[in-house]
């Protein structure tokens, strides 16, 4: 959320750190501010170096730790007896001190917004080729289910045809196979009957009769 100038609490400078400020701060001449903790390990070195733009800060007041919420007996005390020039100075300078800090919060702000909105442009646009990869694919299996509908309906058609012929071959081999037992039936009657006309008693084949004429003839 952007800061304005009405907003109570600065956030420390420190990138990783960015909390709100209470208690006691340090201030820097190159108008940055960061929470007593940060504060303390990056100005214990020497040289002291701004965490946040680097710049070197060698001057007996180019880092200051202050309270945040001084008492009412320190505000009482601290600008008495300066010349009311030097009192608005002072204010002038904590003044532009704080709409510093403000007008870098706003634009810290904004490029953080404009960086979600970049990284969003950029989820937007790789989920827009997913989504047209994927309507591809999509299409692509559509066209290989119309084309395997197409064969199946191929392949029921052949496996039709050659149902219906393999019935018809069916139907003419049981009509064979009846014409084959009617005639073996009728052969075996026809055996049958004569079989039994040979057996019967006075009946004489051509054979014998020409037998019997040849002998009566020798006989003579």
Not at 36 to 65: M, N, T, Y
Not at 109 to 134: D, G, I, P, W
Not at 143 to 170: A, D, F, H, P, W
């Amino acid at each position: 959320m952007a800061m304005s100038l009405c907003d109570d609490t600065l956030l420390c400078n420190f990138t990783k750190c960015r909390t709100k400020l209470s208690g006691f701060a340090w201030v820097t001449a190159c108008s940055h501010i960061f929470c007593d903790q940060h504060g303390s390990g990056e100005f214990s070195r020497s040289p002291a170096i701004c965490p946040a733009c680097s710049s070197a800060l060698s001057g007996k007041l180019d880092i200051v730790r202050t309270e945040l919420s001084p008492s009412e007996e320190y505000k009482a005390m601290v600008l008495a007896g300066l010349r009311p020039d030097i009192i608005l100075d002072i204010s002038a300078r904590a003044m532009a001190f704080w709409s510093y800090q403000v007008h870098q919060e706003h634009m810290y702000q904004e490029y953080n917004m404009s960086r979600a909105e970049a990284q969003l442009k950029q989820m937007e646009k790789v989920l827009t080729q997913q989504n047209h990869s994927r309507e591809l694919e999509l299409s692509a299996m559509r066209g290989e289910i119309t084309s395997l509908k197409k064969v199946m309906e191929e392949y029921k058609r052949k496996y039709s045809e050659v149902s219906e012929r393999l019935m018809e071959r069916n139907r003419q081999y049981q009509k064979l196979q009846g014409l084959y037992d009617s005639l073996r039936l009728r052969n075996m009657v026809v055996g049958v009957g004569e079989r039994d006309m040979l057996l019967q008693p006075g009946h004489h084949s051509f054979k014998s009769v020409t037998d019997e004429k040849r002998k009566e003839a020798q006989r003579e």
